[in-house]
Nanobody, 122 residues
Framework: QVQLEESGGGLVQAGGSLRLSCAAS????????LSWFRQAPGKEREFVAA????????WVADSVRGRFTISRDTALDTAYLQMNSLKPEDTAVYYC???????????????WGRGTQVTVSS
């Protein structure tokens, strides 16, 4: 059983920053990569970024590379998504997801958080 809880969403003006957190609770004998996806109204869920179980590897979508960074505190088992230079098109519900081995395909994931809303005003 894996439990994920996101926090840190909110309303920000274009050009601003937000940091999202994903606190994970996972079985002690298993390791999980943690990923962020986002879903805007009327659109499919989209991969944003992922970080390996040990924090040593990161993957970032081309659409946010250079603006978003992902990191992981292994002691807290919490992943962070630092979002800078936000744009109105970044507006979406952001979801944290866990998988033994990272995938960019949302359908591969079994474990999801409830999501946190990010709204960027122009």
């Amino acid at each position: 059983q894996v439990q994920l809880e996101e926090s840190g969403g909110g309303l920000v003006q274009a050009g601003g920053s937000l940091r999202l957190s994903c606190a994970a609770s996972t079985p002690t004998y298993e390791t999980y990569d943690l990923s962020w996806f986002r879903q805007a109204p009327g659109k499919e869920r989209e991969f944003v970024a992922a970080v390996a179980w040990d924090g040593e590897s990161q993957w970032v979508a081309d659409s946010v590379r250079g603006r978003f960074t992902i990191s992981r505190d292994t002691a807290l088992d919490t992943a962070y998504l630092q979002m800078n230079s936000l744009k109105p098109e970044d507006t979406a519900v952001y979801y944290c997801a866990a998988l033994r081995y990272f995938s960019r395909n949302a359908a591969a994931y079994k474990w999801w958080g409830r999501g946190t809303q990010v709204t960027v005003s122009s």
